[in-house]
């Protein structure tokens, strides 16, 4: 995706059903990427330095959680940076913008990130904020001066 702004003033916003279908196709991809993620590390660990059970390094146990969060984070933060699109948004056609219209920065996607495990662990009041607001945004949408918006699948 180009640097230059694209005009949001008529675009169409998807609604919380669609939100949810995307969410949940990329909580399967994470799930996915995520296992192969900790196999690529534990097997070494395991076949060749006999550490089976990865609960008796404390270090390793460390180490394996900080690479585990930052493959299951890095997958969205890179893929909101880098086209605007999870690959379940593209599935459920929608497209992450900065509210200017152009490509999101690295500080909007890490905000847009943690105000959304804000707006899940608030039992899910960010996420129903849709049909309070009158855009249809998120408490991550206005933290993180993004929009979510739909798109031709022909244009993406």
Known sequence: MNDTALNLENAAEPGLFRRLAAIIY???LVAALMAAAFTLIYLPLAT??????????????????????????GFH???WT????T????????????NDGRSPGLRQVVIRYVVAIVSLAAL?????WVFIDPQKRTW???ASGTRLVLVDPNKT
Do not use: C
């Open 140 to 142: 991550h949408d206005i």
């Open 124 to 128: 899910g009041l960010g996420f129903l």
């Open 26 to 28: 990329d909580s399967v």
């Open 87 to 98: 690959l379940g948004m593209r599935a459920w056609r929608m497209m992450l913008f900065s």
């Open 77 to 79: 933060l890179w893929f």
């Open 48 to 73: 060749v330095f006999g550490m089976e059970n990865i609960q008796d390094y404390p270090l390793y146990k460390t180490a394996m959680t900080i690479w585990m969060l930052t493959v299951g984070i």
């Open 82 to 85: 880098h086209g605007g699109q």
